[in-house]
């Protein structure tokens, strides 16, 4: 029986360990493909203003301020991660 | 009608505990971190944040606004949109909150009670299925 349950918990640990590097692959995975979505997003929404006769540079300018949400919700981000430490 | 004592958990039954709530949570987190990004970042809402935009800046100009004021009150309406994060920067800042602290605190009470139950509520619908 004590083998039994050493092999269990042995089993276990190592589920554990996988499921937890899954977690950090798909976290890790997210983070950098967010730059690359983010920079999409803002193409199509440059491209919908520029549709409706704004100027190019007008359109980029404001498509900045969309993409520097993406700065602010990462830089808030890292200041919760520091304010725990 | 007696009740039965507590068993004590063997440390092999924890450790299938922990593997069970970090298999759930595992599933669960990336998911839900996927969705909001995709709620924002995604090319269709991109496309549809600009279509808005758009259409305020056309609606602008058709009233006969010049263009750089119109220009200008479209950046601003984006803007609204941006200042979402300097309210989250607020919220990360500690004491210094948007919302005061004895409430944050309540509040993040309530959201792990709230995790907790869904961690439980999964790790039941994985036993039954078991």
Known sequence: MGKTSSLRFILSIFGSGIALTKLLASLLLTWLTLGWKVRKARKAFEKQLIKQGMAKDDAKRIGAQYAALKDNIENAFKQSLRARK | MSEEPKKKKTAAEEAEEVRQILGAVSTEVPALIKSLIGAVFSEEAGRNMGRAAAAFYKELKDSGMPDDVAVKMTENY????????????????????????????????KIEKVVKEKIAEKLREKEEQE
């Open chain 2, 78 to 109: 984006v803007g609204v949109f941006t200042s979402l994060g300097d309210i989250l920067k607020q919220v990360g800042k500690k004491g210094k909150g948007v919302i005061p602290t004895e409430e944050g605190k309540e509040i993040g009470t």
